[in-house]
T-cell receptor
Framework: DAGVIQSPRHEVTEMGQEVTLRCKPISGHNSLFWYRQTMMRGLELLIYFNNNVPIDDSGMPEDRFSAKMPNASFSTLKIQPSEPRDSAVYFC?????????????FGPGTRLTVL | RKEVEQDPGPFNVPEGATVAFNCTYSNSASQSFFWYRQDCRKEPKLLMSVYSSGNEDGRFTAQLNRASQYISLLIRDSKLSDSATYLCVVNRYNQGGKLIFGQGTELSVKP
């Protein structure tokens, strides 16, 4: 069975450019999560959706970040304009439901470098 | 103070050793507890949930002390393949699927 799919796997861009990260959750999962991982701050939740509706976006760092989930099988995380401090690994995860006890399955991540 | 704190390690142990990881959490409203494993440059994966009564899965034992807000993971007879970073994770009551991750404890098992 396909797990969570993320693209691209690696992205190198220059400061000021727009970056779009993509995620396809596991089929049948109703919740989708975007995380960012850095050495300094560890793994942080940016935003999560339940049934395509954003539930908690308190982790989104600033207005340069936006996320959408137009349908149950696709989500995007956009950074515009990108800055060097946005360099990190961005993970998407999905789970069957939105309860804390539901196992979250992570995608392989997108390694973003902003020069 | 971070909401979930772990000893970052690294823990360097020989094969066959028993190793214990500790984790503390600051929010008493935390409801669900987990250990995730993350291999180098890979995604985190659920290792096991942690229950109040303690639970075991093969060589792995997890324990929870709600009064002390303390979680532990014990690995017995460690294998080379256990080398990874172990993340302590909590979920707050009434916050749905929002998970709070510790910084992780790095384990290196040597032959």
């Amino acid at each position: 069975d396909a797990g969570v799919i993320q693209s691209p796997r690696h992205e190198v861009t220059e400061m000021g450019q727009e970056v779009t990260l993509r995620c396809k959750p596991i089929s049948g999962h109703n919740s989708l999560f975007w995380y960012r991982q850095t050495m300094m701050r560890g793994l942080e939740l940016l935003i999560y959706f339940n049934n395509n509706v954003p539930i908690d976006d308190s982790g989104m760092p600033e207005d340069r970040f936006s996320a959408k989930m137009p349908n149950a099988s696709f989500s995007t995380l956009k950074i515009q304009p990108s800055e060097p401090r946005d360099s990190a690994v961005y993970f998407c995860a999905s789970s069957l439901g939105a309860e804390g006890t539901d196992t979250q399955y992570f995608g392989p991540g997108t390694r973003l470098t902003v020069l | 103070r971070k909401e979930v704190e772990q000893d970052p390690g690294p823990f360097n142990v020989p094969e066959g050793a028993t190793v214990a990881f500790n984790c503390t959490y600051s929010n008493s409203a935390s409801q669900s507890f987990f250990w995730y494993r993350q291999d180098c440059r890979k995604e985190p994966k659920l290792l096991m949930s942690v229950y109040s009564s303690g639970n075991e899965d093969g060589r792995f034992t997890a324990q929870l002390n709600r009064a002390s807000q303390y979680i532990s993971l014990l690995i017995r007879d460690s294998k080379l393949s256990d080398s990874a970073t172990y993340l302590c994770v909590v979920n707050r009551y009434n916050q749905g699927g929002k998970l709070i991750f510790g910084q992780g404890t790095e384990l290196s098992v040597k032959p």
